[in-house]
């Protein structure tokens, strides 16, 4: 086991990365809406963060 204080600090700096992202995100869509005038693609983001959705994205429908 790692002594107490690199456990911690191993865990602020975890908390504080993703803190970092998840603020970024809102500011990151409305810059990929102004920039591709396509608000859609404001959903890629959270897809992407996910290492790209893991094959959960859009799906066709197919007969029989």
Request: glycine share 14%.
């Amino acid at each position: 086991m790692f002594p107490t204080h690199i456990r911690f600090s191993a865990l602020a700096s975890a908390f504080n990365i993703s803190v970092l992202i998840a603020g970024l995100t809102p500011t990151l869509a409305a810059w990929l809406v102004e920039t591709t005038q396509k608000p859609d693609d404001a959903g890629v983001l959270p897809d992407g963060y996910r290492g790209g959705g893991y094959g959960d994205g859009p799906v066709d429908e197919r007969d029989g």
